[in-house]
């Protein structure tokens, strides 16, 4: 009986011992997860160069949803960025004026203000120096400035929400207060809540044994020297193909990313990490939009970025870990738009010849 109890006693003893290691591990791993990461907050907190107001947003909400803005009165922000897919569009690369194929794949809008930069090569500064760009490029929107003031000018309603959301303004239908509003509703686009960010927050539970396994393996393999902070990335640059360049078919050779904007022979190639934030949303991946399986992209990225070869089983550990990065989505009415009036600018819509052939 001694015997029995003795053991029985070491039984419990070992198991005891196990659940506080296994509790000291998951410490380690949160502590380890906490001061690299950080957790999207529920509301959006002050951010330089920002005025929050809730007659900004509405007009924000209202010129990201209204394809007027575009030439042909068909794309609008959410064309590209669709609110119900992530904030994305899930295309290889966008479609845009006269069918046009742009040259990378958009980028998720959501959580997108914490980015040190927008797009791939980060040449804005801001959301509001983005919202300008697609408006004016040939194979997105089309339009100008000029013809984009005069289109909101020509609508009272419109004239009337610019006057409330910049009342110091005497001339408030700016193109450039037409980005700015965008920017704001955009801010507001936040995804809280992921069971990653209640791990964060503290949370030991919020995770499975699969999912810390797949974080443990995503610090200790080096992914989140890149992909770290409140976003999991989007707050630097970096070579795509650090050890090993990926085929042609993933990075373009013509597209050399930030050496366009700096013309720094040590930028090419170069990109904006992307935010991981929803990524199992928001396929295709690469700014070349050639890669629609996320663990597939996990491989490239262990291959490309840190010389390593990744078995299956850590692939598919990554990606559980990954898919905790979902959070809550915005959800936002879809606004009802004002009419326009005769002085508006029409639609213009380029046709091919083969179209007007009917071929």
């Known amino acids: 009986m001694r015997k029995i109890a003795f053991c029985l006693a070491l039984a419990i003893g070992a198991t005891y011992v196990s659940h506080v290691l296994a509790r000291e591990d998951d410490g380690n791993l949160m502590k380890q997860a906490q001061s690299q990461f950080k957790p999207i907050p529920d509301e959006l907190p002050t951010i330089k160069g920002i005025t929050v107001t809730p007659e900004r947003v509405e007009l924000g909400k209202w010129l990201y949803f209204d394809p007027r803005l575009s030439r042909s009165w068909l794309i609008s922000c ?5 609110l119900a897919l992530g904030g994305v569009d899930l295309e290889e690369t966008s479609i845009g004026h006269g069918w046009a194929k742009g040259p990378r794949n958009a980028p998720t809008v959501l959580n997108a203000v914490f980015n040190v930069a927008q797009f791939w090569d980060g040449r804005a ?6 919202a300008q760009g697609p408006v004016q490029a040939g194979v997105e929107m089309n339009n ?10 020509s609508i009272p309603e419109y004239v009337q929400s610019f006057r409330k959301a910049f009342p110091d303004d005497s001339n408030p239908v700016t193109f450039e207060n037409m980005a700015e509003a965008i920017e704001t509703f955009e801010a507001t686009l936040l995804t809280p809540g992921s069971k990653f960010d209640q791990y964060l927050k503290g949370d030991a539970q919020a995770l499975t044994k699969a999912e810390k396994k797949g974080l443990k393996l995503f610090m200790d393999k080096g992914c989140s020297s890149c992909h ?3 976003n999991l990335g989007g707050g630097g640059y970096y070579p795509f193909g650090v050890v090993e360049k990926p085929g042609s078919e993933i990075l373009p050779t013509e597209d050399k990313g930030r050496f366009a904007v700096t013309n720094t022979a040590s930028d090419e190639y170069v990109f904006k990490v992307p935010s991981l934030r929803n990524i199992e949303l928001t396929p295709p991946y690469f ?10 992209a996990v491989a490239i990225m262990g291959s490309s970025q840190l010389g390593v070869d990744l078995n299956d089983n850590e692939t598919a550990a990554i990606v559980t870990f990954l898919k905790t990065l979902t959070g809550e989505q915005p959800k936002v009415e879809y606004p009802i738009l004002p009419p326009h009036t ?8 380029e046709v091919s010849s083969d179209e007007k052939m009917g071929h």
């Open 342 to 349: 005769k002085g508006t600018p029409l639609p213009v819509i």
């Open 287 to 296: 700014h070349s939009g050639e890669v629609w399986d996320l663990e597939q």
């Open 125 to 130: 500064e801001d959301l509001a120096a983005q």
């Open 78 to 82: 959410n064309t590209c960025h669709n």
């Open 228 to 230: 770290n902070g409140i």
């Open 144 to 153: 100008t400035p000029e013809r984009v003031k005069q289109t909101l000018r």
